[in-house]
């Protein structure tokens, strides 16, 4: 029986940020050692969440400097 591996949101969001850092999300996933499907689908909600944040939310200096990052 294969064992699932179970990754917390701090992981993922690591993962997704990895993965605009490396500019490929197949680089980030190798790195990381996980299926690229998973950054990939990881990736469409966090664009996703990202939509529905209200305008007004702060974000830390470390949130705004990823930002800053060219994709």
């Known amino acids: 029986m294969v064992k699932r591996r179970v990754f917390d949101e701090a992981f993922k969001e690591m993962a ?3 993965s605009y850092v490396k500019g490929s999300i197949q680089e980030a996933a190798r790195e ?3 299926d ?3 950054i ?3 990736r469409q909600r966090h664009k996703k969440n990202d939509q529905t ?3 007004n939310t ?3 200096d470390e ?3 990823i930002r800053r990052l060219p994709s």
Do not use: F, H, Y
Request: hydrophobic share 40%; net charge neutral.
């Open 36 to 38: 690229p499907g998973r």
């Open 32 to 34: 990381l050692d996980i």
């Open 40 to 42: 990939s689908k990881w």
């Open 58 to 60: 702060t974000l830390t």
């Open 63 to 65: 949130q705004q400097q």
């Open 16 to 18: 997704v940020e990895l």
């Open 53 to 55: 944040l209200p305008a």
